[in-house]
T-cell receptor, first 112, second 109 residues
């Protein structure tokens, strides 16, 4: 199984600012993903992070708002740009090895 | 896209009771996973079970892919089993997981 770490674990940010979340996987994975969990809701996929190329975004999510990088097989970043209170959520990174996905501990973001 | 429905949405048990959680999905899948989200928000992998039956201690799961449903069984429940249980699936065309709305389980002492 993959062990996934994220930082920061939590943050409180002012509206209009940006936050970059880092995700590190302890072993090589074929796929990396970013999910959002809004308060009291389920998880929604934001995008698939592709190594060395632009991420693949799901409907309703755009690169200008959520730029993603994946410079190598084990590291990825998600930036939440120009934040508003509606962006207050838990952001989770996931990695997939042989079929099964494993999740990081999440970054709990509060926007004031 | 694929639809995932979980039932029941909420479940309250006394410690020691058994329970069954259900996950229905609308299309063929190549991945089905059950997760437990603890009160601190961490998603814990329970089962990777696109088909068949697996058991791990007090927990077991069965997926009947041809009928598009999966069941998670919890026996002799403990207070530490409390939390939200999610079913997530990926269609045969890719790896992207679609999550159900979850079952909120509360186990009382």
């Amino acid at each position: 199984s993959a062990v996934i770490s994220q930082k920061p674990s939590r943050d409180i940010c002012q509206r209009g600012t940006s936050l970059t979340i880092q995700c590190q996987v302890d072993s090589q994975v074929t796929m990396m993903f970013w999910y959002r969990q809004q308060p009291g809701q389920s998880l929604t996929l934001i995008a698939t992070a592709n190594q060395g190329s632009e991420a693949t975004y799901e409907s309703g999510f755009v690169i200008d708002k959520f730029p993603i990088s994946r410079p190598n097989l084990t590291f990825s970043t998600l930036t939440v740009s120009n934040m508003s209170p509606e962006d207050s959520s838990i952001y989770l990174c996931a990695g997939e090895g042989v079929g099964e996905q494993y999740f990081g501990p999440g970054t709990r973001l509060t926007v004031t | 896209g694929i639809q995932v429905e979980q039932s029941p949405p909420d479940l309250i048990l006394q410690e020691g009771a058994n329970s069954t959680l259900r996950c229905n999905f609308s299309d063929s899948v190549n991945n089905l996973q059950w997760f437990h989200q603890n009160p601190w928000g961490q998603l814990i992998n329970l089962f990777y079970i696109p088909s068949g039956t697996k058991q791990n201690g007090r927990l077991s799961a069965t997926t009947v892919a041809t009928e598009r449903y999966s069941l998670l069984y919890i026996s002799s429940s403990q207070t530490t089993d409390s939390g939200v249980y999610f079913c997530a699936v990926a269609e045969t065309s890719g790896s992207r997981l679609t999550f159900g709305e979850g079952t909120q389980l509360t186990v009382n002492p």
